[in-house]
């Protein structure tokens, strides 16, 4: 297991340090700090309950997991698949509906079929998918309605679709990372909370419009090192209590919506080599709904006073 907790820092740290580099221009705010109490999930008379953490390393220890008369429906403690160049599916899982713990793949280069998590409703820890390379697409928890911990998909290379979790109305952290070749981006339609949210390091995910019920940011917005992307909406989002970043997004020109806004902190916009047009966000800068917005890097940089004089498209830079 020490090995195991390692990985997950690992993981985990990446992403940290990836959502909160700023440098030196990044203003510290006053962050509404919420706490979370993870209370231990109790089984009811319907569950079949194992007791402890399941590891699994190997394709037959899943196998065998189906094959036990018991059916185990409740795992109390972690459920776990990590370091595996042997496991292809999980079918073996299928009867199991909480996890009283973490829920984490990671570096299992062979998954190619998650089937078998199409009953789980509730994790109450952790939830990681990363490390994959032959996993199509990550479409099969819509039964899933509560994650008591951070959401990570990282570097799940020939992934090229997220969808389902349309159960899921709050979450803490929620990290999509180094999925080059997520084309489709169509699941958490029904959240409407989350501490943070950030989507890096995309080649072909020309759009993010799935969060249309997305109204509370308690800390920030990343979206970054996107290549492809063109569009971002959120439709319902009134709050961000930190930032909003949206840096090196190759061929985004703009194409973004807060249309239901009523404050956000602050909009950084970084490094989009082909950003001229601030329109489509410049009535809610000029309203002090976005409070401060700080532009480098891109081809046209914006100021809050060029917005005021009314100069928010600049085609011929």
């Known amino acids: 297991m020490i090995k195991l907790k390692s990985t997950y820092i690992i993981i985990s740290s990446l992403f940290l340090i990836a959502c909160q580099s700023r440098n030196e221009k990044e203003k510290n705010t006053e962050a509404i700090k919420v706490e979370y109490v993870k209370k231990k999930l109790q089984p009811t008379s319907d569950d079949i309950v194992y007791s402890g953490d399941l590891v699994f390393e190997k394709q037959i220890q899943i196998d065998n997991f189906l094959k036990n008369e018991k059916k185990y429906s409740f795992i109390d403690g972690s459920l776990t698949i990590v370091q595996s160049d042997n496991v292809t599916n999980l079918d073996g899982l299928i009867n199991i509906k909480k996890i009283n713990g973490d829920f984490m793949i990671s570096v299992v280069p062979k998954l190619e079929n998650i089937e078998g998590l199409k009953n789980i409703e509730i994790i109450n820890g952790e939830f ?67 501490d943070k949210l950030s989507i890096f390091s995309t080649r ?8 249309k019920k ?19 909406a959120f439709e319902s989002l009134q709050s961000v209590n930190e930032y909003v970043a949206i840096h090196e997004n190759l061929v985004f020109n703009g194409g973004i919506s807060f249309s239901s806004l009523n404050h956000m902190q602050k909009l950084f916009v970084w490094n989009n080599k082909s950003l001229v047009n601030y329109c489509n966000f410049s009535s809610d800068v000029l309203a002090n709904k976005i409070v401060e917005i700080d532009c480098s890097g891109n081809k046209f940089n914006a100021t809050k006073q060029d917005l005021l004089d009314g100069n928010c498209n600049n085609e011929q830079k």
């Open 214 to 232: 997305l109204n509370l940011v308690r800390n920030t917005i990343s979206i970054e090192h996107n290549q492809s992307l063109e569009k971002i």
């Open 128 to 194: 990681t998918i990363s490390g994959t390379k032959v996993l199509n697409k990550i479409k099969v928890f819509s039964n899933l309605r509560e994650i008591g911990g951070t959401i990570v998909f990282g570097n799940n290379y020939g992934l090229k679709e997220i969808s389902s979790f349309d159960q899921l109305k709050e979450a803490k952290e929620l990290y999509i990372s180094g999925c080059s070749d997520l084309e489709v981006l169509d699941g958490f339609n029904n959240l409407e909370k989350v």
């Open 204 to 211: 072909n995910l020309k759009e993010i419009v799935n969060f």
